[in-house]
Structures are given as C-alpha cells and as structure tokens.
C-alpha cells in the first residue's frame, strides 16, 4: 500500500473511513453474537469467534493505514475540494461500493426468505453481470455467464456447507 488509489488522495482517505466503519460494524456485529452464543470451548479451542476477531482486526489495521496514507496525502498535495466532474465519477463508483454493502447486509434476511442456495445464487448473479457489465460495457451476453457462475456458488455452497459441513442454514 505504498502508492494511493489511482492516484487520488481524497479515494484513499474515503477507502480508509469506509473501512474503519465497516470494521466497526462488524466488530458491535460480532459483540452481539458472542453475548447470544452459549457454547461450551473445547480445551486448546482459541474460541468460536476467534477467525472473525482476526479477519475483523486486519481489516481495521488496513483501515487506519488507509486512511492515515490519505489523510497524510491530502495535506501534502492541498488537495481540498473536488471538480464537479471528478465528483460524479467518483459518486459513480462508491455507489457500485454502497450496493455492494447493502446487498450484503440484506443477504441474511434473503437465505431466511429464499433458503441460503438461492439467496447465494440470486447475489452472485446480480453481481457478476454488474460487475462484467461496468468492465465490459453492457450486453446481454453478460447474462449466461452470470447464470453459470451464480449457479456454481450456490451449488458449491449447497455442497460444501448445507450437505458436507451439515450446518444449520436455512435451507
């Protein structure tokens, strides 16, 4: 992380706080979870909640790099307010960011509504074709692939965590 994002000081200090409160949220997420699970640790078990911890904490600590690099950049370059231009190019790529983030949130409430398959499969296409269309332009020869891909991770996700890892999701 030694140079900023696209050359843009004001991207990577927004990355950087974005970062920071998705950290947050997920750590006052993982808070209640754990205050709700009664489980019993296995000895030499670091504890159930110990890869979320970890996973939450490296996101944290790239956050406040992030965010102290774009800081750190914007007062070196005086860089202050945005062009008109600049501004809607770069409202158009946190809003592809913001979707990303509430589709996320809104996915456990679709694997209750739908079973966890077709929640998966219904995210992955939509984000697929989103994604292949913002780098490819639009087509709908975007659509079979999205199909394919989304199928694959909801096929995969039936396997590896409803059939073999047999854990309780809504099915």
Known sequence: MTATMEDSPLKTLCSGVLFLTLSAVGWAALRQSENTYTGTPMPGDPGAFFLAHLCIGIVAVAAVVLTARGVWQCVMTGQRLMSPRYMVSASRDWALALGFVVSLLAMPEGM??????????????????????????????????????????????????????????PV
């Open 112 to 169: 209750r509504w739908l079973g966890t398959p077709y929640a998966v499969a219904a995210f992955a296409i939509f984000w697929v074709f989103v994604l292949l269309t913002a780098v490819r332009g639009w087509s709908w020869r975007h659509l079979p692939e999205a199909a394919l891909f989304g199928t694959g991770a909801a096929l995969t996700v039936h396997l590896v965590f409803i059939r073999l890892l047999n854990l309780p999701l």
